[in-house]
């Protein structure tokens, strides 16, 4: 099953919480994987249109959503969707 | 009459802490995601009314991911509580809200316990308690559970709550216009079928079914008219679908949390950011090589604390059992008149010999477990999980299953259940598998014993060692297992919150201690005092020779006759001698036993020797004496920890059991002592790690599984103890 915006996959892939920037903020696009995944990660508030600062983005990505730390090892940091936010 | 009520939260939002300051009741607290397994109720009462609270497992969302989240949601569906009291993060409140708005949605009667106060306080984060529960519909009430304020206030909000002649009204998030008319069309489907409607708030039925979750979709299925309403939901989900271009989990997930932010938006100025000198810490504690160090470091301070520092308590407990007890024991039963007879034999040999055995390593485990409580209750468990989730996954194993390894090293029982923690079906049998082979606080006294009459000097190293095969043995097992009768194509995600660093609350982790102890002398005196006794009694039991009841050669009695059945399974591993055939036999009862099998065994063999008649009063000065010598061994022994070492304290073994052991080992493995002694270790380390592992195996897995269990460790133990063994000889060590 994928859960994904359709319109944002561009033609090189978009980019995933793994690939980006340490210290970044980056807003979720998209969360591609299993329903479990999904459903984890929206009752954190890793849902589309949030913004999170990637503490550290792998092995395993550290990331700080709505004040919490959240640990996200790679499969799941891999389904991860973003878009850099610019300030 | 008595109102039942429940409490719910997320992990770490202080549940536990709360359930305790409102019952009174003393539980176990910790600081990890998904900690409280067991249901536990308690009750309290305002003015004359009488509430019965149940806690129920820490959850995230309404939407069951874990098993253990599916207790809670289960309850709460099904039980329909009167009053659900859920717990929030006031530091960390959009966390936590995603939560308290699922069960407002269910139409469930909610109070909200704003907990943790004074972190939010400390970060300046302001919360309006006045918009949220006006936007909740749910009274608000701010809590500090760890200093019981804001208590009184919540139970007075509990029984308002209960007394309330109104049903709740239940909130209505707004789900966009797309989501609201697939929604609609369900609603109507629920609400024409009687038996559907029945089941709960309609709109909160026609969200979970479109969120598809599972256990709604179970408890729908079940009704009759139930498959009808189930189709409409997935054609609905379907077209969801299609019209947005998210799959419907996305969409309801994605309204909701905006609607969350606009009410921490307008509840609160603006939310804080964790500290930073937190994350720092975090990237080296999580890092991916840096975290491994600090983890070992970590385990080996935990096992040296264990396994040193308590030695000369060990000592001095052991020394009062043998001593000054036995002989008052004597004493009491010659006032009776029942001196020298069987009844003496029962209560020295049997009772106090079997107790005492088991209380001289009190010591040890109210160290192990006040180092893993003071771990978790500062918040590195969870750390440590994340540190492990990498290199475990790619050995087949979750990351996750690391916190049921970790509970193993204290007791194998409560790691079992700790499985629950996983996510999946599959990754909690696999978990639960590879737990019993973590050395549990237990098996720890076979090896001190044992490395303590072979390997003085070492005996720390000997011990540390068996704690590794333990994991190294656990990883095998587990990547065997999840490329064959396990094989899965999709594991379960790697997500977790790391919980805020704090210094451990005294209070918390005293309870724990406490209760872990407790279980463990209480343990100690159920289990073990009956297989103590009942050892005693096949001691006694005369099935050849010419001796009576209570007065037969051990090689005469029942025991001796089984274990010499045993022996020669275990000769090619160097302890066929049936004394240690009989000690592992009383293993799988508890491991605890072993050592308290061994002193029965090889000290009924020659007379006890005649102990010095000395007065009460002497005895006594003796007991304080010693114990006053033994706190200065210890402190003089915590420097030891860190690698100073002041004091010499492994000392020669002496005392008849250790020459009686060294004497056995010796002539069972024809002058190979050591090596049979290290295989015998392994043994112990990997075959069943008790009765009552395997009864919390059986109730979490099955029986077919359990077998699986009990004959695979069996086998690993013995291929295990072969390989020392004979390849050690092979080898010429020895």
Not at chain 1, 52 to 57: D, E, G, I, S
Not at chain 2, 78 to 95: K, N, Q
Not at chain 2, 311 to 330: F, K, Q, T
Not at chain 2, 333 to 362: K, T
Request: glycine letters at 10%.
């Amino acid at each position: 099953m994928r859960f994904r915006s359709g319109d944002s996959a561009a033609a090189d892939g978009p980019l995933t919480l793994d690939h980006a920037a340490r210290a970044a903020r980056v807003r979720v696009v998209g969360v591609s994987g299993g329903r479990r995944l999904v459903h984890r990660l929206a009752a954190l508030g890793v849902v589309p249109g949030v913004v999170l600062t990637v503490v550290r983005p792998s092995g395993p990505a550290l990331i700080m959503v709505g004040g919490a730390r959240i640990a996200v090892g790679r499969p799941a940091a891999e389904a991860i969707e973003v878009e850099a936010v610019t300030v | 009459m008595t109102t039942t009520i429940a409490i719910t939260g997320s992990p770490n939002a202080g549940k536990t802490s709360l359930f305790n300051q409102l019952t009174g009741a003393h539980q176990h607290v910790g600081n990890w995601p998904g900690q409280t397994v067991e249901r536990h109720s308690g009750t309290f009462t305002v003015a004359a009314d009488q509430f019965e609270i149940v806690d129920l497992p820490g959850t995230y969302g309404l939407v069951a991911v874990s098993a253990e989240e599916a207790i809670a949601t289960g309850y709460l569906a099904d039980e329909r509580p009167e009053v659900v009291v859920t717990v929030a993060d006031a530091a960390h409140l959009s966390g936590s809200l995603h939560l308290v708005a699922q069960v407002a949605e269910a139409g469930l009667r909610q109070i909200v316990a704003l907990n943790m106060c004074d972190v939010a306080d400390r970060r300046s984060i302001e919360i309006d308690d006045t918009v949220l529960a006006d936007q909740l519909g749910a009274a608000v009430v701010r809590t500090v559970a760890r200093r019981g304020s804001g208590v009184d206030r919540l139970k007075a909000a509990i029984a308002d709550a209960a007394a309330a002649e109104t049903p709740a009204p239940p909130l209505v998030v707004d789900y966009g216009p797309v989501a609201e008319r697939h929604l609609s069309l369900l609603v109507d489907a629920v609400i024409s079928c009687p038996a559907v409607e029945d089941l709960g708030a309609p709109r909160w039925i026609g969200l979970q079914l479109l969120a598809g979750d599972e256990a709604w979709r179970a408890r729908v299925a079940a009704v009759p008219g139930g498959n009808e309403v189930l189709a409409v939901a997935n054609t609905n989900r379907d077209a969801i679908a299609d019209e947005t271009g998210f799959e419907v989990e996305l969409v309801l997930a994605e309204r909701r949390f905006d609607w969350i932010s606009r009410l921490v938006g307008t509840a609160t100025g603006s939310e804080g950011t964790g500290a930073v000198w937190s994350d720092r810490v975090d990237r080296v504690l999580t890092h991916r090589w840096l975290g491994l160090p600090v983890f070992l470091a970590v385990m080996w301070i935990v096992l040296q604390v264990t396994a040193d520092v308590t030695a000369p308590y060990l000592n001095w407990v052991d020394a009062m059992i043998s001593g000054p007890v036995s002989r008052w024991a004597v004493g009491v039963l010659g006032f009776f008149g029942l001196a020298g007879g069987w009844v003496e034999s029962l209560v020295v040999d049997g009772v106090l010999a079997g107790v005492g055995a088991v209380l001289v390593f009190v010591p040890v485990l109210f160290a192990l477990y006040l180092m893993l409580a003071l771990l978790e209750d500062s918040g590195y468990m969870a750390r440590a999980a994340a540190v492990m989730e990498r290199g475990m996954r790619a050995l087949g194993i979750p990351g996750k299953a690391f916190l049921p390894m970790m509970v193993g090293f204290g007791c194998t029982v409560p790691a079992i259940y700790a499985t629950r923690t996983l996510d999946s079906s599959r990754d909690r049998l696999l978990t639960g598998l590879i737990t019993p082979f973590m050395s549990c606080g237990a098996r720890l006294p076979v090896y001190v014993l044992l490395a303590s009459v072979f390997f003085a000097g070492r005996a720390g190293a000997v011990v540390f060692a068996m704690y590794l095969l333990g994991i190294g043995v656990a990883i095998a097992v587990g990547f065997v297992l999840s490329r064959t009768v396990l094989f899965e194509e999709e594991p379960a995600p790697f997500v977790m919150v790391m919980p805020e660093f704090r210094l451990p609350n005294p209070r918390t982790v005293w309870s724990l201690v406490k209760l872990r102890t407790g279980e463990f002398i209480r343990g100690a005196g159920t289990v073990i005092m009956v297989t103590s006794v009942g050892v005693w009694l096949l001691l006694s039991i005369p099935v050849g020779g010419d001796g009576g009841f209570a007065d037969t050669e051990v090689e005469d009695s029942a025991f001796g006759a089984a274990s010499m059945a045993v022996a020669p399974v275990m000769e090619p591993l160097g302890f066929g001698e049936w004394e240690q055939a009989g000690a592992l036999f009383t293993g799988f009862i508890a491991k605890e036993v072993v050592v308290s099998t061994m002193a029965q065994l090889y000290s009924v063999e020659e007379p006890s020797p005649e102990t010095a008649s000395s007065s009460v009063g002497e005895d006594l000065r003796k007991v304080v004496s010693s114990f006053v010598t033994a706190t200065g061994e210890t402190v003089r022994a915590i420097p030891a920890v860190v690698g100073l070492d002041l004091v010499d304290i492994d000392q020669e073994p002496s005392g008849e059991l250790q020459s009686a052991i060294r004497t056995s080992f010796e002539t069972s493995s024809g002058g190979d002592g050591r090596l049979a002694a290290l295989a015998f270790m392994v043994f112990v380390l990997l075959y069943t790690p008790c009765m009552a592992a395997v009864a919390a195996f059986r109730q979490e897995f099955g029986t077919k599984w359990m077998w699986v269990s009990v004959i695979g460790q069996f086998m690993v133990a013995w291929a295990g103890a072969f390989i020392v063994f004979q390849g050690g000889r092979m080898l010429g060590l020895g």
